[in-house]
């Protein structure tokens, strides 16, 4: 998609991170705006996107965004990722394809030391692992 071609709407690409979301508009005369929020602050308030695409529009928090002046909302985030890498939130499980439960355990046998005899694995990051039987039918 060619980005650096006039739309006459908005576009806004937005990175949620654990602590700050950022946020890239491109406004309908092409410029680029950025803006930067705390990703959590329930005292001013409850979601740092849709605030911060307010912001930008310069809205106030009881106006609706004006969904007819808007073409894209795209959003990343790294929040699951680093909870999940952290060890914090709620407990997790693998759910795979019956006969690779242990797959991701096995991994690639990249050892730095080839020849060691005491093989020091890395924590898993699921707690359960669940085969499931299933199909794959192509078209």
Request: aromatic content about 8%; overall charge negative; hydrophobic content about 40%.
């Amino acid at each position: 998609m060619d980005y650096s071609a006039q739309s006459p709407l908005w576009q806004f690409w937005i990175d949620r991170g654990g602590t700050f979301t950022d946020i890239v508009a491109k406004q309908p005369n092409g410029d680029l705006l950025t803006h930067k929020l705390l990703s959590d602050n329930p005292q001013h308030y409850q979601d740092a996107a849709v605030q911060g695409i307010r912001d930008i529009l310069g809205l106030s928090k009881d106006e609706a965004l004006p969904i007819d002046q808007i073409a894209a909302v795209k959003m990343g985030t790294t929040v699951a990722t680093n909870a999940l890498l952290e060890r914090k939130g709620e407990r997790t499980v693998l759910l795979i394809t019956k006969g690779f439960g242990d797959a991701l355990r096995i991994g690639y046998q990249n050892r730095p030391d080839l020849f060691a005899l005491n093989i020091v694995l890395p924590e898993l990051l699921y707690e359960q692992v669940i085969e499931v039987d299933e199909r794959y039918r192509g078209f």
